[in-house]
Nanobody, 123 residues
Framework: QVQLVESGGGLVQPGGSLRLSCAAS????????MAWYRQAPGKQREMVAQ???????NYADSVKGRFTISRDNAKNAVYLQMSSLKPEDTAVYSC?????????????????WGQGTQVTVSS
């Protein structure tokens, strides 16, 4: 079973920056895609940024040019550097990882989520 733990959320003023971190742990697993999602109160969860194992990235239009996703494959970690934060970026941010897990003779796909971390942008 793959587990994800996020850190780095908090309260920041508009225009400020935050860096979110997410680390995956478990046994016998590989990671294909890692991503960050967010959900604001009363809204549906949306993809913020994702990165494939080949380091191809995809961003929501609302964060392009302000957020940067990066990965450290040696640490099974993904990061989200957020800059020029706006009040509308306020949400619970969750980390997602997808890949294969299990013994070599029985690899199965998995889709894991972290518990989420609150990001609040307010003066």
């Amino acid at each position: 079973q793959v587990q994800l733990v996020e850190s780095g959320g908090g309260l920041v003023q508009p225009g400020g920056s935050l860096r979110l971190s997410c680390a995956a742990s478990g046994s016998d697993f590989s990671i294909s895609t890692m991503a960050w999602y967010r959900q604001a109160p009363g809204k549906q969860r949306e993809m913020v940024a994702q990165m494939s194992s080949g380091e191809m990235t995809n961003y929501a239009d609302s964060v392009k040019g302000r957020f940067t996703i990066s990965r450290d494959n040696a640490k099974n970690a993904v990061y989200l550097q957020m800059s020029s934060l706006k009040p509308e970026d306020t949400a619970v941010y969750s980390c997602n990882a997808a890949g294969l897990a299990g013994p070599i003779w029985q690899k199965r796909p998995y889709d894991a989520w972290g518990q989420g971390t609150q990001v609040t942008v307010s003066s």
